[in-house]
């Protein structure tokens, strides 16, 4: 228990760093390190990898929590963007924590691949985008947050592999992007983590410490390091060039996208 509370503490760490400089919740690397470690101490086969998606939604809440208070204080935050994402994310994201036992897995992560390998050229060619799009067509943020939340609860994300690309193709400065997808992964998470919670009331075979479909000893760990760096990655969201950030975030995506295919 001693040795998985500490490898929780420094994925935290890692995690908070990218939440904060990306505007990911950290999942993309959560998740995967969660699922090998669930397995290395025989946790049930059966449940390893919704318990890994669970508990990384729910290591978001503090997360994004302490970088929107960073981004916030320095003025990065697009509130009027953020309240037409928010409804649609939130309903989005309980719908896709209630789907998650349901779906094909493997076919919607083809389609994830393939999307996140357009979104990594796009930035790292310095694409841009449709001004006309910008300036119309407001109604489009709250049908997207309905898709963004689906697909953030079913990966275990905190959206800003989606949230992030969508924002700077209508011509969102990427600072702004990157504080916009921090607020939204904090309704992606609080709907998500509900709803695993009460999915995995009812099983009886889970780990001990679970709560529903969390992991609360992973949980603990991860959000007492992740809380302390997210601050850092914001900070340097705010300090590097809008060009360099853009390929940065491109690096990651295929990084994202390479853990995919590897996986399946």
């Known amino acids: 228990m001693l040795e998985l509370f500490l490898f929780t503490m420094l994925l935290g760490a890692i995690s908070g760093i990218l939440a904060g400089l990306f505007g990911l919740g950290g999942g993309a690397i959560i998740v995967p390190a969660l699922v090998w470690l669930f397995s290395i101490h025989h946790f049930p086969a059966e449940y390893i990898m919704i318990l890994a998606i669970a508990t990384s939604l729910a290591t978001i809440i503090p997360t994004s929590i302490s970088t929107l208070l960073m981004h ?27 789907t998650a036992n349901y779906i094909d897995a493997k076919l919607l992560k083809w389609f994830f691949i393939a999307y996140l390998i357009y979104v990594g050229f796009r930035m790292a060619l310095q694409v841009r985008g449709n001004t006309h799009f910008k300036k119309s067509k407001n109604w489009i943020d709250y049908l997207v947050g309905n898709g963004i939340g689906v697909l953030s609860a079913l990966l275990g994300i905190g959206g800003g592999t989606l949230t992030v690309p969508y924002l700077v193709a209508r011509q969102i400065p990427m600072k702004n992007a990157v504080a916009v997808s921090s607020v939204c992964g904090l309704p992606i998470a609080l ?19 679970s709560f529903g479909y969390i992991y609360l000893p992973a949980l603990c760990g991860i959000t007492l390091c992740s809380v302390l760096t997210a601050p850092i990655g914001a900070k340097l969201a705010n300090k590097l060039p809008a060009k360099q950030l853009k390929r940065f975030f491109s690096i990651v995506i295929f990084l994202i996208a390479i853990k995919m295919i590897i996986s399946l």
């Open 72 to 98: 916030h204080k320095l003025g990065n935050i697009l509130w009027d963007r953020v309240f037409r994402l928010i409804p649609g994310i939130f309903f989005g994201a309980g719908v896709g924590a209630m």
């Open 191 to 209: 709907s998500g983590t509900v709803v695993y919670a009460l999915l995995g009331r009812n099983e009886s075979i889970l780990p001990e410490w």
